[in-house]
Nanobody
Framework: QVKLIESGGGLVQAGGSLRLSCAASGRTAGNYAMGWFRQAPGQQREFVASITGGYSTTYYADSVKGRFTISKGNAKNTVTLEMNNLKPEDTAVYYC?????????????????WGQGTQVTVSS
């Protein structure tokens, strides 16, 4: 079992920045990919970004390319999501997810492990 804890959400004005962090604990000895997804009120969960184990290949949703950066943290089994030039439409609960680094890295259904989520609110 893998446990994920997110941190770093909050309220920011449009154009501002936030950094989300996710720490994994438990059975993390394998080669894991980690990702971020988000869900706004009344909308379906959507993919934001992911990073594979091993080579750390990154994937981004078109809506966040050039504004968000996913990277592995300095501490083992951590990942950060740097969010710049935030827009009101980025407002959502952001979830960290993890999976063995195989198969799809953009489909939420392929990630078995999820954090509790952290709220990001961008005011206009």
């Amino acid at each position: 079992q893998v446990k994920l804890i997110e941190s770093g959400g909050g309220l920011v004005q449009a154009g501002g920045s936030l950094r989300l962090s996710c720490a994994a604990s438990g059975r993390t000895a394998g080669n894991y990919a980690m990702g971020w997804f988000r869900q706004a009120p009344g909308q379906q969960r959507e993919f934001v970004a992911s990073i594979t184990g091993g080579y750390s290949t990154t994937y981004y949703a078109d809506s966040v390319k050039g504004r968000f950066t996913i990277s592995k943290g300095n501490a083992k089994n951590t990942v950060t999501l740097e969010m710049n030039n935030l827009k009101p439409e980025d407002t959502a609960v952001y979830y960290c997810a993890a999976k063995v680094s195989l198969g799809s890295f953009v489909s939420g259904d392929s990630f078995p492990y999820w954090g509790q989520g952290t709220q990001v609110t961008v005011s206009s």
